[in-house]
Each structure stands twice: as structure tokens, then as C-alpha cells.
């Protein structure tokens, strides 16, 4: 098989490398930094069965049913994704799988694109899974089908960890397009695959014994590199690759030992390279994972050396060569001087929705029909999605979005504590990856809140995947969960959009129900990538505006923007989307050009 | 692949949605037609909505992805005033690339930044100020103001040995190969006649 280069992000090298290795079942819920690992499967993988689920737990569910089965499974999720999968996970380190199971676990450190930057090698401690972790691009691909093959060895789950620098980071990658997904077939093993507790227990003792051969054969995942003294830096994942140019920058000579595998770290691994060290670094992002680990068998075997890591490399944020630096210099009783200069502290430029996103003007609408019944100071309940910008001003709608799913539970917390009707804001998206539990506790405990579903048929934040809202009509699953009071509003229709808020809010201060209003109209990326012509536009007539601000200060649309005499004007972003012509009290604004073929269509898919 | 190349750090800085991430892709494809050793980090997920957004791209012998604070040999600002959001990755011998473009924040009652501000603040930089959105639009492709700023730091040799043919074969599409060009010729007429460069000491 000749091998290809490829320039690619390390998100497509797990790809690829999880299509080599014959996955046959992958699935995931879209999250960065995981997203492009299930898009580009398929890309590689043609005859792969490959699925977005509707959340983290199915997507974990349909890999694990698939390893059951002697198939080759992959789920790929982002890290708090795991902690929604975090229950069968913990399931399937006990049962362990007759085929082979990857977990890949996207960290986001530095918190980029999420709400945390939690560290999911503890997952790895706590459930008995090892955890891989590759240190650049090619590594990932490397190590992906590394973690294949231990997991297929032992018949247990293997965690592949990545973050941010490994996923979303371009570089030449060589690899091998040969691939035959290993499909399963049906196997009845209930003593092992039901947990009733007889089960579970003889299960324990199962996982117990490949948790120790597992960690045995993981000894020879490491890579060595002595270079004199009396020092070792014991390093892993992104880290290793600064540690290496930071020692050949700054013409250190040390012992470095890299580890592949950070969760388990067997004894032999460090033993083997610990005699005559005096002096040991622990060098890793974000917790001290590797750390704890290293003390410990530091510890038991009577190792008394001088011991650092997150005394002198910190556990906030991504690593980058000034916190190695830093960290590496100190211990060499160096002095690390950073930079020179300071960025600027200009206007945060903070991301916008866009223009012709159908959330803005649901966010306009809602502000205004609650202004009309006094609510407009009622608690925002937020959640995950494009509309969470809508925390900033002018709209200033999500007074909390703490994890996907939270605005139906937070508000009913709110509700109770409170006795003040709040506002559950979510997407359609994120309703039925854990909003409908949400909604099926607001009937059956009472719960009186205006639930406002902002219905734009996309899965929209990380690139407009598909929607269970496109197969499924909210407002029937609601009414079907015994939610009496359901309308759905066109959010570019102001005066319907505030109505239909009014009068939902009406209907709960007096039954004391919950009411669903559904605002529906697709994302407007989506609508463009569907119509092929040039998009209408629209104009602002000098004459008629007034310089009232409302466009640009109180709808914020990207595309409108102040003159220097307080008027509007609209540039060329604009994609004639026509949300703004009703937003204007003066009626300066129009829609120009021709309807490309399927608009209409699209908004309304 | 791999060393054999001295090391170039380049910071680009701009707005998500400006296409400084297809401009970090052409530059990375552009050091593998070369056969040289690329990273290109990028931010994905809600940086591509008109907020502030950073590439690093570093190329020859090196590990890690992303520059180390004040060692950027470039700064390139797709948006003028994005440039100064990144001041920390300048060394003094920075060279700062802007392209003649400032762009309002979505917030509020602000303002667009105001260039000349943004020129002042680089006051002891070496700084070179290209009208990539006028080139690229003269060259047929309004968008293409990313692969402009590309030929322009080809045409001043800001690439090492890197060849010309190789950055015109990472350029994608047609349009952008003309964008590309005719940042290079701005390039060649600024090197002769010294007019978009603004070098002040201070």
C-alpha cells in the first residue's frame, strides 16, 4: 500500500486514520473542537455507517452497540459532550466490547469555543479507560490507529484525547487510504453485556484484570530521549512538541521521556528511566494528571527525587512556549524574560450573529411583545447555540447558558426560588439533544415559563449540520408531552413575533402553565448555501431616515452601519434577507434585486 | 521534510469571515508544494462570526503550533486594527503587513477604528500598508483581498526560498491567482518605488 501525504487539520488525520483501521459505526454530536472528525469520515470512509445522534449518550451508545457486536465503533465528541456519555462510558469499561471502541475526547483548552476547559484524562482514571494522546498532526493519525488496535487487543474502550492544537491544526500528514470497515454481527452475551449487579460484579473483576494487562503493554508506549544529566522532563501530548524546540532553541541538554499513553502510567514505564535522576519535571497541559500519577509510583517504590509540574507550569489555558518556558527555565534555575510589548486594549471585538440570522430578530421581537405585559426584566434562561451571543448587548436575553439543555431545568430552578415567570431560551437543536427531558419535567411538575424555541433548522454553531427539527415538528412533540399552549411565529414578521410573545406570556401569568412558542426560519448560512444566484439587497433612502439608531444600535445587524450624520447605510454583506425593513419605524428601508430561485423555500424549509 | 529552512513565524489577524483561514490553508499548501515543514493553527466554532480572529503559521524547523509571544517575524492584519489586538507577538523586528481595511465591531454605538490611529500606535515598526480590498477588486475577485496580501509578501520576499510557482499552485481558484499576481505586482512597484512602505524610526 503506497502511503499519501495530505495537508490537513489533525481533526481529518483521526479520520482517516479511524477509516484505516476499519471503523464501520461512527457517530457524534457536533462540538468543537470535535466536529470535522464524524464530517470527515465519510469523506474517507465512503461505505462507513456514519450518523450526527441527536446527543453525546446515543452517539456513544450507537459505537458501543456497534463494538458489542465484533464491529469496529468510533464516537467523537467534544469534552463536556462526554460528560453527557459519560454514563454508558463508565458502562462499557465494565463490560468491556467484543469488537474495538474509540472514544475520541476533544479538550478545549483555553476555552476557545466552550464553557469549560475541563480535562477528560480524569475520565480515563475514574472509568478504567486508557487515555492516548497524540502531540501533533501526524501523531493523531498515528496514534488513532494505535488506539484501535489496543482496544480491538484487549476488548476494551481506548479514549483518544485530543485539544485544540491538535484538532485544529493543518499540517502534511502520511497516511494510507486502504480500508474495510470491520462490520459485527449479532452476538448474545447477556452475562457480560447486562449490568444486572451478579453481572456487574463478575464484570468488575474482569475489568480489574485488563485494566492491569492493558497497563502492562502500554509500558511500551513512550519514547525515551536521553540527553545526560541528572534531570528527566516527563511529558505527553501537545506539550512534548514544545518542550522539544524550547530544549533545542535554548541548547538544554536533559532526559526527556514522552508519554503516548497518560492514563494508566504503568511503573515500568517510569522506573525504567529514573535511576541516577535526581531531578524530575512534570511537563503537561492544563491537570496534573500525569503528575499525581508519577508522584504516586514516585512514592511506593522509595524514589526520593526533587519533584515539580504545576508548581512551575500552570494549570489555566492551552500551553504555549511563554508558560513552558517559563515553567522549563525556573527549574534550570534559568530567568525567562517574555515579551517586549503589550496588545493593544482596543474595543473587544466580540463574534455577532449574523446577517440575516433569524435569532437577532427573535431577540428583537421577544424584547419588545415582553415590553408589552412589563417582563421585559424577567430571567433570561440561556443555552448552547449561535443565539447564546444574545447575552450580549444590545439584547442582553440569556441571563445564564451554563451546558446544553440547561435553560428548561435552570428556569424551572428559578421559577421555584423565585415565584417570577422566566423565559427558557433554546435552539432546536439543543431541544432535542437534552431540552425535551426539560420540557416533559415542565408538565408534569407545573412549571410557569415562557418556552421560546429559536427554530432554524440547522445545527447552526458548528457549521450548520443537520437538525432532528427538520424530521421531527417541535410543536407536535410538545403538544404530544401535554403542552397546551403552542403557536409558532415567523421571527422576520415583528408585529407577529411580538404578539405571539405577549400572548404567550399572558397565558402563563394567568394559568400558571408553561407555554412553547416556537420561532421558525432557517439559518440564514444554510439559506445561501442552498440559492446560487446574486441575493437581493437592502437600501436605506437618505431622505426618509432620521438617524433614529435603531437599526444599527438596537437590531445590530453586521451589515447596517452609521454615517458620520447618524444615518444608516447597508454594505455589501447584506443578503437581502429583509428582517430590517420592518425594523425601521420610518420606513427608510428596502429590498432591491431579484429573489435568486428556491429563496423563499429555504427561509421557510 | 522538515528542517533545511530557517524558521518563519506569521501571525495573521483579522475578522471571522474575512477568509483568514482559507488564507492560513494557502500558505500552509504553499510551504508542502515547496516540501517544507508547516503548521497552521486556527480557531474554529464561533471565531468565524465577525469577531476577532488569529492564524499562526509557522514554517521550517519546527515542532509546535503555535508563536511565541514577541518572535512573530509577521504580522499580517486583514483587518488594520486587529494587527494592534496582537502587539505581544512583536519583536522589534517585526515587519507589519496591513491591509488598508478597518471594519466595525458589532457592539453598540462604536466606531469603526480609525486607520490612522492604528498607524500611529505602530510607530517604530517597519509596516507596509496594501489596499487589498481596491487591488483585489481591480483583479476581478472582490474577496480575494487574503490572496493579495499573499503575492504582496511573496513579491517582497518575505518567504525565504519558498518559489512563487508554489504559492500560485495553494491559491485555490482562478480569481484568486489573479489576486495573488496583482499583489505581487503592487510588491515589485513597491520595491521600486519605496510608496506603500512606511518605515518610522522611533
Redesign the interface.
Known amino acids: 500500500m503506497m502511503p499519501k501525504?495530505k495537508?490537513m487539520?489533525g481533526n481529518e488525520a483521526i479520520a482517516a486514520a479511524a477509516v484505516h483501521a476499519g471503523v464501520s459505526v461512527a457517530a457524534g454530536y457536533p462540538g468543537?473542537?470535535s466536529?470535522?472528525i464524524i464530517e470527515n469520515v465519510r469523506k474517507f470512509g465512503p461505505d462507513v455507517y456514519v450518523e450526527w445522534s441527536v446527543n453525546e449518550k446515543i452517539a456513544f451508545e450507537t459505537a458501543y452497540g456497534a463494538a458489542m457486536s465484533g464491529g469496529t465503533g468510533l464516537v467523537a465528541v467534544k469534552h463536556v459532550g462526554l460528560n453527557v456519555a459519560s454514563d454508558p462510558m463508565f458502562s462499557s469499561s465494565y463490560t468491556g466490547i467484543t469488537g474495538s471502541l474509540v472514544i475520541v475526547s476533544a479538550d478545549d483548552s483555553s476555552m476557545?469555543?466552550s464553557q469549560n476547559e475541563q480535562d477528560n484524562r480524569f475520565y480515563g482514571l475514574h472509568a478504567l479507560i486508557p487515555v492516548l494522546e497524540p502531540y501533533?498532526?501526524q501523531s493523531a493519525y498515528d496514534l488513532t490507529l494505535k488506539a484501535f488496535e489496543v482496544s480491538r487487543l484487549f476488548h476494551h474502550p481506548v479514549i483518544l484525547r485530543t485539544t485544540?492544537?491538535i484538532g485544529?491544526?493543518?499540517?502534511?500528514v502520511i497516511y494510507e487510504d486502504h480500508h474495510e470497515p470491520l462490520r459485527g454481527k449479532v452476538i448474545k452475551d447477556p452475562n457480560t453485556y447486562v449490568l444486572a449487579p451478579e453481572n456487574a460484579r463478575s464484570d468488575r473483576k474482569k475489568q480489574l484484570e485488563r485494566w492491569r494487562e492493558i497497563s502492562d503493554y502500554l509500558s511500551s508506549l513512550c519514547s525515551y530521549e536521553p540527553d545526560g544529566g541528572d534531570s528527566i522532563i516527563i511529558t505527553g501530548g501537545?506539550s512534548y512538541?514544545?518542550l522539544?524546540?524550547a530544549l533545542e532553541d535554548a541548547g538544554i541538554h536533559t532526559n526527556v521521556l514522552r508519554l503516548d499513553a497518560t492514563v494508566p502510567i504503568p511503573e515500568s514505564a517510569i522506573l525504567n528511566h529514573i535511576n541516577g535522576i535526581r531531578r524530575v519535571l512534570v511537563v503537561e497541559e492544563n491537570d496534573p494528571v500525569m503528575e499525581m500519577q508519577v508522584a504516586d509510583i514516585l512514592l511506593r517504590n522509595g524514589k526520593a527525587v526533587e519533584f515539580h509540574g504545576k508548581d512551575l507550569i500552570p494549570i489555566e489555558g492551552?500551553m504555549?512556549?511563554?508558560k513552558l518556558?517559563a515553567g522549563l527555565f525556573a527549574f534550570f534555575g534559568m530567568k525567562y524574560s517574555?515579551?517586549?510589548?503589550?496588545?493593544?486594549p482596543?474595543?473587544?471585538?466580540?463574534?455577532?450573529?449574523?446577517p440575516g440570522c433569524p435569532h437577532r430578530s427573535s431577540f428583537f421581537d421577544i424584547k419588545k411583545g415582553l415590553s408589552r405585559v412589563s417582563m421585559q426584566n424577567s430571567f433570561f434562561s440561556g443555552d448552547i447555540g449561535?443565539y447564546t451571543?444574545g447575552a450580549?448587548?444590545?439584547f442582553r436575553e440569556q441571563d445564564s447558558a451554563t451546558n446544553m439543555g440547561s435553560s428548561l431545568g435552570i428556569s424551572n430552578g428559578v421559577f421555584r426560588s423565585t415565584d417570577q415567570v422566566p423565559v427558557a431560551v433554546i435552539g432546536d437543536s439543543t431541544f432535542f439533544h437534552s431540552g425535551i427531558e426539560g420540557v416533559a419535567n415542565a408538565v408534569y411538575n407545573n412549571t410557569a415559563e415562557i418556552i421560546v424555541v429559536l427554530d432554524n433548522r440547522s445545527t447552526a454553531?458548528?457549521g450548520q449540520q443537520p437538525s432532528p427539527s427538520t424530521a421531527i415538528d417541535i410543536g407536535n412533540v410538545c403538544r404530544a408531552m401535554g403542552i397546551e399552549y403552542v403557536e409558532t411565529f415567523d421571527p422576520f414578521d415583528v408585529d407577529a413575533g411580538e404578539k405571539a410573545v405577549q400572548q404567550a406570556a399572558e397565558y402563563v401569568k394567568k394559568t400558571l402553565k408553561p407555554a412553547v412558542i416556537i420561532a421558525k426560519r432557517a439559518c440564514a448560512l444554510e439559506v445561501l448555501e442552498k440559492v446560487d444566484s446574486e441575493t437581493p439587497k437592502a437600501y436605506v433612502d437618505s431622505n426618509r431616515c432620521t438617524g433614529c439608531t435603531i437599526c444599527?444600535?438596537?437590531f445590530?445587524c453586521?451589515s447596517i452601519?452609521?454615517l458620520s450624520n447618524k444615518k444608516a447605510t447597508i454594505d455589501?454583506?447584506c443578503i437581502g434577507c429583509g428582517a430590517c425593513v420592518e425594523v425601521c419605524p420610518f420606513n427608510a428601508i428596502s429590498v432591491k434585486g431579484e429573489k435568486p430561485a428556491g429563496w423563499e423555500e429555504a427561509w421557510n424549509a | 521534510m522538515g528542517g533545511g529552512m530557517e524558521r518563519i513565524n506569521i501571525l495573521l489577524a483579522g475578522v471571522g469571515g474575512q477568509g483568514i483561514i482559507t488564507m492560513g490553508k494557502m500558505i500552509g499548501n504553499a510551504a508542502v508544494n515547496s516540501g517544507i515543514k508547516v503548521f497552521v493553527a486556527e480557531t474554529h466554532g464561533l471565531s468565524q462570526r465577525g469577531g476577532s480572529v488569529q492564524v499562526h503559521i509557522r514554517i521550517g524547523n519546527v515542532m509546535a503550533p503555535l508563536i511565541e509571544k514577541g518572535k512573530a517575524d509577521y504580522i499580517v492584519g486583514l483587518e488594520a486594527s486587529e494587527a494592534l489586538r496582537n502587539l505581544s507577538y512583536a519583536g522589534k523586528g517585526t515587519v507589519f503587513i496591513l491591509n488598508k481595511q478597518t471594519i466595525k465591531p458589532v457592539v453598540p454605538k462604536v466606531n469603526t477604528p480609525d486607520l490612522e490611529i492604528v498607524l500611529q500606535r505602530l510607530h517604530g515598526f517597519r509596516y507596509y500598508l496594501v489596499d487589498g480590498e481596491r487591488i483585489a477588486r481591480d483583479a476581478g475577485n472582490p474577496k480575494g483581498s487574503n490572496a493579495v496580501l499573499i503575492g504582496f509578501m511573496v513579491g517582497m520576499g518575505f518567504f525565504g526560498e519558498m518559489q512563487k510557482k508554489a504559492f500560485e499552485m495553494a491559491m485555490i481558484t482562478d480569481p484568486n491567482v489573479r489576486c495573488f499576481n496583482a499583489g505581487y505586482a503592487e510588491a515589485m512597484t513597491a520595491k521600486k518605488t519605496d510608496a506603500p512602505e512606511k518605515i518610522v524610526t522611533g
Open positions: 501525504a495537508f487539520i468543537t473542537p466536529t470535522e476557545w469555543s501533533d498532526v485544540t492544537r485544529h491544526v493543518r499540517s502534511n501537545i512538541s514544545y522539544k524546540e492551552e504555549t512556549f511563554e518556558k517574555g515579551s517586549y510589548f503589550q496588545d493593544e482596543l474595543t473587544p471585538r466580540p463574534p455577532a450573529l449574523c449561535c451571543l450580549l448587548p444590545p454553531m458548528t444599527y444600535d438596537f445590530t453586521p452601519l452609521p455589501d454583506s
